[in-house]
């Protein structure tokens, strides 16, 4: 089924101050799990060229991509390809131009996180929703991403089906990643790519041809894709 597996969406103490996952840790329990590659996402920065560059070559051959979760007005958005962080990315429409001129690839992370909870609507001083696709694939953010991540392992059940329904209106695909903040969750949900990737320029090409599927059950050696039922057989199974 694949030709390289990886978890999208990590973070380690090296850039969250909500992570105890350290860098070595990471590279252990994803190649543990079945992992072929890492996208490391810390939040608003990405690693320095050196530390990339050793950790590369301490972890070796397990492919290491030098991700980005960008905080953005519309929600969070992971870049790839981004080489360093820019200035005033942290405004959607700004993201999106050095997205373009440099060639990156943006996906809307966990889109939906908390929307079918009453209490936090309330909390932030909102009137509880009830969220439909069609109604949420109209939000602006879409307007600005390439992919969504449809599974992410911080997420209900539903609210990652729900991501998925939406990027099947907008024609969009999906990525799946833990969101691990701690070796717990590694390759629970990752995403599969058709092809080998062994270069952070093929993973983008890849990424840009669409050549990849959100995917699950990794650790317990039934890796399946992400359909809107897939997670409960995946629970019968």
């Not at 602006?140 to 059940?157: C, K, Q, R, S």
């Not at 990643?177 to 969750?185: A, F």
């Amino acid at each position: 089924m694949a030709g390289t597996i990886i978890d999208m969406h990590m973070h380690t103490v090296l850039g969250a101050y909500d992570s105890d996952l350290k860098p070595e840790l990471l590279a252990e329990a994803a190649v543990r799990v079945g992992l072929s590659g890492v996208n490391v996402t810390e939040h608003d920065r990405l690693w320095d060229r050196h530390t990339l560059s050793r950790y590369r070559q301490e972890q070796a051959p397990l492919f290491v991509n030098n991700g980005v979760e960008v905080s953005t007005e519309m929600g969070h958005v992971i870049a790839v390809g981004l080489p360093e962080y820019v200035a005033g990315i942290g405004r959607i429409e700004r993201l999106r131009g050095v997205a373009d001129e440099l060639g990156c690839y943006l996906i809307a992370a966990h889109p939906f996180r908390h929307i079918f909870d009453p209490a936090y609507h309330m909390r932030k001083g909102r009137r509880p929703v009830h969220p439909v696709a069609e109604e949420l694939a109209r939000l602006p953010l879409f307007e600005y991403v390439d992919a969504i991540e449809a599974l992410n392992g911080a997420n209900t059940e539903r609210e990652n089906v729900i991501a998925l329904r939406v990027a099947k209106l907008l024609g969009k695909p999906v990525v799946g990643g833990s969101d691990c903040h701690s070796t717990h969750g590694i390759g629970y949900y990752c995403t599969v790519f058709e092809d080998v990737i062994e270069t952070p320029e093929a993973m983008l090409a890849a990424l840009h041809a669409g050549r990849f599927h959100a995917g699950h059950g990794l650790a317990a050696g039934r890796l399946t894709f992400f359909t809107e039922t897939s997670l409960l057989e995946d629970a019968a199974g």
